[in-house]
């Protein structure tokens, strides 16, 4: 069991990578989306005995990040009729060694952290780590609003992997409750990238710098 | 003397061999096309053609132009003296000679570019450029890949390397030496073998004024290197230590096979990618390797 997940949180990581890479919008919300849903499956793997409330929650956050999100994000494009190619500030190959760099240092750093001995061998935490990072590569080194989405959203991935090494103590409607407020960010980011596109003419979050009447 | 007689024989069996590869990748583009294609020995009848005719000299050329060629071509095939073919095993192998394979396939290169830019002719330079520009990235994944195998068997030569499992870390392997093979053997997302317009040509610009033998020896080369990089990667990732020696040969044979129609697949449905696209596609596979070498690392340790 152990196993499986290791592989999931290095799928998920794989895709941290991917998302980096990649240089048109459809292919970034799809990887996040994935990588949301390989997430998702995690609790159930996690929790030994089979209990209503974690399959639920399992159930919420595939469909809401696999489906819900992507598909806000896809409307929030079409609606802005942007341009598909993500233009980066920082380039492909460098945020991808950044990335790459970060997940190395993730996985060689964790073992000096002072972890519970049940987690030790576990790669939650080298993957909440390598995700934040991602997350805030994306943040910092994409201009286009719905790619910094997309890096916020994997942020939000990787704390809710560090999450999961909670899962036995934190009530399961706190999870819930994170869920449905990125849901309802996404919802709202996608009618202000829609303002934005209408005031600016262009989704270029550099020309929000300019002050207009 | 029975070493020495070995040593031909096998050469022999690459040199003879080696021409198949690229006539099964046409042959599968044909396919795909839904045209009948030339047949699958055509390079060995181009190959003869070649060998008939003669050579035009450009003024500018130096002896090396024609030193260069064969030289590059008995680079590569000292390289194939050291990959081991499954129970076969390799006619040369020592500690650390993957360190020469390396090294014998970046001295064929510089031979290829060295006559390239013997010609002066401006075309041959920029793709001369193209190809030492790409070679960087290759050459580090190539050799991460073989750190990673290190690590995993830590054995220290080539036949120890390829014999066992890989383990986990095989697809993540399996994926960067394709693209390896790809970039090396200026396969499609990298370069067209068939395009004849020099602003993009990356090998064949650097052909373009050989003629005659130097040219046979040139393809001859190139073909070798395809089997090369195939074998090396059926080997990578197949675990055929374990299988009798019969089944482990017929495991390589199928896996080199899989490799050429893969190419030849890759090579119809994907076209080539724009110039700046390349370095990343290349960083990529880097990474791959590296983090097979990561696994390796890891699961060495625990």
């Not at chain 1, 990787?158 to 869920?179: E, H, K, M, R, W």
């Not at chain 2, 890989?166 to 370069?191: M, Q, S």
Request: aromatic content about 6%; overall charge neutral.
């Amino acid at each position: 069991m152990n196993e499986t997940l290791n592989l999931l949180v290095g799928m998920a990581m794989g895709l941290n990578l991917l998302a980096l890479g990649s240089g048109r919008l459809p292919t970034l919300i799809r990887t996040v989306a994935l990588q949301g849903m390989t997430l998702g499956i995690m609790p159930l793997l996690i929790e030994p005995r089979f209990e209503w409330p974690v399959v639920l929650v399992s159930f919420a956050t595939v469909v809401g990040k696999g489906w819900i999100i992507p598909s806000l994000l896809r409307r929030a494009m079409r609606t802005a009729n942007i341009d598909r190619e993500i233009e980066p500030f920082i380039g492909f190959v460098p945020s991808l060694l950044l990335g790459a760099g970060g997940t190395i240092a993730a996985v060689a750093l964790s073992r000096a952290l002072p972890l519970l001995p049940e987690h030790a061998g576990s790669m939650l935490v080298p993957g909440a780590l390598a995700s934040v990072l991602t997350g805030f590569v994306l943040l910092i080194g994409r201009t286009k609003a719905i790619s910094q989405v997309c890096g916020y959203l994997i942020l939000e991935n990787g704390i809710y992997l560090f999450g999961l090494l909670l899962i036995q103590a934190t009530p399961l409607l706190v999870d819930a409750g994170i869920l449905l407020d990125v849901t309802v960010g996404v919802f709202v980011i996608g009618i202000i990238v829609d303002r934005i596109q209408r005031a600016f003419d262009s989704l270029d979050t550099r020309k929000l710098t300019v002050l207009r009447e | 003397m029975i070493i020495a007689l070995d040593f031909v024989l096998r050469l022999a069996l690459w040199i003879a061999l080696a021409p198949l590869l690229p006539g099964i990748i046409n042959k599968v583009k044909a396919w795909v096309a839904g045209r009948r294609g030339p047949p699958v020995l055509q390079l060995y009848f181009d190959l003869a053609r070649l060998w008939r005719k003669g050579v035009v000299l450009s003024d500018l050329a130096s002896p090396a132009f024609l030193a260069a060629s064969a030289v590059g071509w008995v680079a590569i095939a000292a390289a194939t003296t050291l990959l081991p073919v499954g129970p076969a095993g390799a006619s040369l192998s020592f500690q650390g000679d993957f360190i020469l394979l390396i090294y014998c396939l970046a001295l064929a290169r510089f031979c290829t570019v060295w006559a390239a830019m013997e010609t002066g002719s401006a075309f041959e330079g920029m793709g001369s450029a193209r190809e030492v520009s790409y070679a960087v990235l290759a050459e580090a994944t190539l050799i991460a890949a073989v750190l990673a195998l290190c690590v995993q068997t830590r054995s220290l030569s080539l036949p120890g390397m390829l014999a066992p499992a890989t383990g986990a870390g095989a697809i993540l392997l399996a994926g960067g030496l394709f693209i390896v093979l790809l970039a090396e053997n200026c396969r499609v997302p990298f370069d067209d073998p068939n395009t004849h317009l020099e602003l993009t040509m990356i090998h064949e610009v650097m052909v373009l004024d050989h003629s005659g033998p130097p040219l046979a020896v040139i393809l001859h080369g190139a073909s070798m290197k395809l089997l090369l990089f195939a074998l090396l990667l059926t080997q990578a990732v197949l675990p055929t230590g374990h299988l009798a020696p019969a089944w482990a040969g017929v495991a390589i044979g199928a896996g080199v096979l899989a490799v050429t129609v893969g190419v030849g697949l890759v090579e119809s449905l994907l076209a080539r990618f724009a110039f700046r696209r390349v370095p990343l596609l290349l960083t990529m596979a880097f990474l791959l390797c590296l983090f097979a070498l990561l696994i390796a690392w890891k699961g060495g340790a625990a």
